[in-house]
């Protein structure tokens, strides 16, 4: 057998807290009640032949392999839909069972390819296994009968291909489409012989609704489904188990190694934050990590006009630190920084944040988060105690109402988003506040009660008028509140959302969502035994970012939804060590654990940690870094995979910002469009080459562990450590294992943690200390974190983003399911041919009164700037509304977006931006100079 295979108990996992006992073959066994026969006996070690069962799928019944017998019932019953009873005596071998499943696998390969040597299944396909297991030596009827062995093989999936001559109509493939994925891509067509799996209605895999998930491929137990990587290199012989490099759901995998090389990625069972599923982007997208583009060699140049030179790694680095070292000399301590990386892992972002504070001296480090969540961090901190989501993933299983506000969690957080689905099928409500008609509004078998399609910009409204119609119609939580919460601000709080401006009326007005709708939003939430909250972007990146996080907060406190399963305020984070890279202390005021640099305290522990004396004067932010660089305050950077040049808004200001500076650093896989202002590029590693750790959005502490070595040479907390003692302060980790170490002794979320017990427990959710020695899934069950939850007023002022008549529309932002963010990872592989660029999604209305067709070229114009893309027509957004994605650089949807920013944190707005639209011929001029830049760019890089 395949040596990668996970181990599969043939039926799901009973959630009884009883057991039962048995007996089985003679032996008692005692499992769980409601388990099936076929899971009990495979527990206790006993393998009745199966083949249409599967354990992350409901048994079927169909295959009449796994049959058997039970002291006292007549006939010989499935042992997968047969759950077992107290003092059942079941027998699994027998001669009269040896031969009903000889004779059932003698149909199956009767029609079955015999070409086993040559298949790419060989020694991993349950069907030969079972043929060997039920002892089937020869097949009575020959192969010349009526059979499928010409049906022909569907190629389109770039990812994995689609046998029918090999498929034995088991279903599992529809099971796990349905129950796992959630997409009901896939059907059985026919009936009896002619039965027959078919994707959509007749499609090919590519042209149907499949999204790529790869489920039906991990329950196919022939090769019928089989990955395309697999067929071309051959089955595994090794596997490493580690975490997905995108998004914040932190799937676990297992990478499976042929020799050198990967063959396969297949999400793993244990996996906490996953259980076994993953999306198109984990299990398939990995292929960047070797794409031609990769930079193996480091790179420096005098000037940005310059050809790069490739040198040695002493040599750039000797380089880079005598350059900030001369602008400190001229400019000051503060004139540098540096930008950690939230796809980086904690151990590497640690090390690049002790080296601006203890090497620089400074405490201008910043990190990718404040573009995204750093409204979650402030807004969570200030209500609830703890800048973190409240909840683990599993959660959701016990909601009953759901609402999901500025998220699009089928594209954005997939495998999560299969799971709530599976919630919401099973019965819990749903409520969706979003400008878009998310897939979630309508999906299989799932219909939203409620759809707010608010005017991007008014979520604070809209939130209030919920919390408005609570109060008013006493659905408020009073013994929660009284309890759990400081009664002053609820008090204050209560007076400030009942004020006539926050009413549903009112607030119709402004948001475009009607009363009536909020009101009924409201009713089915506030009456929920269980309601939870999850968010994105879309509640963070706004002006009043962190008024929405707090607003929430308020909400789930109000009627009493924080500290127990089903409920609390979840955020979606976006990238995979989002969570971590801020818990890390990467923002200018914060040392790990979120702990006050101006704090004496905290700062003489680091202090003495290190042996240098810490700035104990907040630094900069991003924006404040650029506003500095463009007075000329600022001028060197170190960026750690992060292309600010592309993910950061207002393009024209980020670059004279950068093209302003005199050194930049950049560490990165590929040359991306901050490297275009660099002068020193330093050459980082994939995740496959990386040790160490993620932390996703549910405070999970995942492992990274590497399958391969540093490609380009060098582990990147060593090249930040090398650079650090050529700054003039040697650090001296051995390995990633020693800072992991640092960060526990120094972090009191995380005392507990150590590569040793993580590869024990296999991920743990912190905190994780002597109070919660096996870390804490759910937060505040007792008390906040902060002791008494705080109600914070959440006055709405509205953006000063306004549409006007040359700028009528508003311009909002999001993601698409087959890319990832910039796209430097993604826009490397096959998932182009989902969406190989960036789309402005316009209503027919506002199409058709400009003239503007679908797939033509539109001039989008902002007060900020212009570029041009193709439209998409569709009803998804609503009149007055346009719509982009952002992955593809030489789109430069940030030419657009405005300077304006959430008044906390400054993380910008991206989802609102006054627009104008019309038909376009050509390429914008923005566009024009990034193409000419883009081709010197790629002539100027001496390869030797
Ligand atoms: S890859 Fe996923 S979405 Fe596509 S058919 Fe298989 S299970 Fe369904
Ligand atoms: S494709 Fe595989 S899983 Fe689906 S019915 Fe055929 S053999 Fe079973
Ligand atoms: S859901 Fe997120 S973490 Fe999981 S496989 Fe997809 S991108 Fe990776
Ligand atoms: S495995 Fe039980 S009927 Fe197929």
């Not at 990955?227 to 071309?232: C, L, M, R, Y």
Request: aromatic share 6%; net charge negative.
């Amino acid at each position: 057998m395949n040596k990668t295979r996970q181990a599969d108990l043939g039926t799901p996992a009973s959630h009884a807290a009883d057991t039962v006992t048995v007996e089985i073959d003679g032996l008692p066994a005692t499992v769980k009640a409601g388990s099936s026969i076929l899971r009990a006996a495979r527990e206790s070690g006993v393998d009745i032949p199966k083949l249409c069962a599967t354990d992350s799928v409901k048994p079927f019944g169909s295959c009449r392999l796994c049959l058997v017998e039970i002291d006292g019932r007549k006939g010989y019953p499935a042992s997968c839909t047969t759950p077992v009873e107290a003092g059942m005596k079941i027998r699994t071998q027998t001669e009269a069972l040896s031969k009903i499943r000889r004779n059932v696998m003698e149909l199956y390969i009767s029609d079955h390819p015999l070409d086993c040597l040559t298949c790419s299944a060989n020694g991993d396909c349950e069907l030969q296994d079972m043929a060997g297991a039920v002892g089937l030596r020869d097949v009575r009827y020959g192969f010349d009968g009526e059979n499928h062995l010409d049906a022909p093989v569907d190629t389109s999936n770039p990812y994995f291909q689609f046998d029918a001559s090999k498929c034995i109509v088991c279903s599992r493939c529809v099971r796990a489409c349905d129950e796992v994925q959630g997409t009901f891509a896939l059907t059985i067509d026919g009936r009896g012989f002619q039965s027959k799996v078919s994707a959509g209605i007749g499609e090919s895999f590519l042209d149907s609704e499949c999204v790529s998930c790869g489920a039906c491929i991990q329950v196919c137990p022939t090769a019928t489904l089989m990955e395309k990587s697999i067929v071309d290199h051959g089955l595994p012989d090794h596997k490493v188990v580690t975490t997905c490099a995108y998004c914040g759901v932190g799937c676990s995998f297992q990478v499976e190694m042929k020799g050198e090389q990967v063959v396969r990625m297949t999400p793993h069972k244990d996996g906490q934050a996953n259980h076994g599923h993953s999306c198109v982007k984990g299990r398939f997208a990995w292929g960047y990590a070797s794409h031609r583009d990769r930079v193996m060699k480091p790179l420096i140049r005098e000037n940005t006009s310059d050809p790069w030179r490739e040198v040695s790694w002493d040599e750039a680095i000797g380089y880079a630190a005598k350059r900030f070292k001369e602008i400190q000399a001229e400019h000051g301590r503060k004139s540098i920084g540096g930008i950690t990386s939230s796809r980086c892992t904690n151990e590497e972002v640690f090390v690049v944040q002790k080296l601006v504070r203890a090497a620089f001296g400074n405490n201008n480090v910043d990190t990718c988060a404040r573009v995204c969540h750093s409204p979650t961090g402030y807004g969570l901190n200030m209500t609830l105690g703890t800048s973190a989501g409240t909840q683990p993933f599993d959660s959701v299983m016990d909601a009953d109402v759901i609402m999901v506000i500025g998220a699009n969690p089928t594209v954005a957080h997939p495998v999560f988003a299969s799971q709530m689905k599976r919630r919401l099928r099973e019965g819990a409500q749903l409520i969706v506040v979003d400008p878009r008609e998310i897939g979630l509004v309508r999906s299989p078998h799932i219909q939203a009660a409620h759809h707010l399609p608010l005017q991007p910009g008014t979520n604070v409204p809209v939130i209030n008028a919920l919390a408005h119609v609570i109060v008013e119609e006493g659905l408020v939580n009073e013994d929660y509140v009284r309890e759990r919460c400081e009664t002053d601000s609820y008090e204050a709080w209560k007076a400030m959302i009942l004020k006539p401006e926050n009413s549903p009326e009112e607030v119709a007005k402004v948001s475009g969502v009607d009363a009536e709708t909020i009101r009924a939003a409201a009713r089915l939430f506030g009456k929920a035994k269980n309601g939870a909250i999850y968010y994105g972007l879309g509640v963070t990146e706004h002006s009043q970012g962190s008024t929405m996080v707090m607003g929430m907060a308020n909400l789930a406190m109000a009627t009493g939804n924080l500290g127990r399963s089903g409920v609390g305020v979840n955020p979606l984070r976006g990238q995979n060590n989002v969570q971590g890279s801020c818990d890390m202390g990467s923002f200018p005021h914060e040392l790990a654990g979120y702990r006050s640099v101006a704090d004496d305290s905290v700062r003489n522990q680091f202090e003495n940690h290190w042996g240098v004396t810490l700035d104990p004067v907040p630094g900069f932010r991003i924006p404040n870094m650029f506003d500095a660089a463009c007075a000329g305050e600022f001028k060197g950077m170190y960026i750690q995979g992060e292309d600010l040049a592309q993910s950061d808004p207002d393009t024209h200001h980020v670059e004279a910002a950068l093209s302003s500076m005199e050194c930049i650093v950049v560490q990165d896989l590929f040359l991306n469009e901050t490297a275009k202002f660099a002068h020193v590029f330093l050459p980082g590693t994939s995740f496959l080459e990386k040790d160490g750790t993620f932390i996703n959005a549910e405070r999970r502490i995942n492992r990274v562990r590497p399958v391969m070595k540093a490609q380009q040479g060098k582990d990147e907390w060593l090249i930040t450590q090398e650079l650090s003692a050529a700054m003039g302060y040697p650090m001296h980790y051995d390995n990633a294992a020693q800072i992991m170490d640092e960060i526990a002794e120094l972090t009191p979320t995380f005392t507990n943690v150590s590569f040793t017990f993580l590869d024990e427990v296999g991920s743990v959710q912190w905190p994780c200390n002597d109070d919660a020695p096996m870390g804490t899934p759910i937060m505040h069950i007792d008390q906040f974190v902060r002791g008494k939850g705080l109600f914070v007023e959440t006055d709405y002022e509205p953006t000063k983003e306004r549409t006007n008549r040359k700028f009528p529309l508003l311009l909002t932002t999001g993601r698409i399911l087959s890319q990832y963010n910039v796209g430097a990872q993604t826009r490397r592989t096959a998932n182009n041919v989902w969406y190989g660029e960036d789309l402005l999604e316009v209503h027919p209305h506002d199409a058709e009164t400009r003239g503007i067709r679908d797939g033509e070229l539109v001039a989008l114009a902002s007060r900020k700037g212009d570029i041009t893309l193709r439209a998409k027509i569709t009803t998804r957004v609503k009149p007055g509304v346009v719509y982009t994605t952002f992955h593809n650089p030489e789109t430069g949807a940030n030419v657009v977006t405005t300077e304006y920013a959430d008044w906390a944190t400054d993380c910008p707005e991206y989802k609102v931006t006054a627009v104008q639209i019309a038909p376009a011929s050509h390429r914008s001029g923005w566009q024009e100079e990034f193409a000419a830049r883009a081709k010197q760019q790629g002539k100027i890089v001496e390869t030797n």
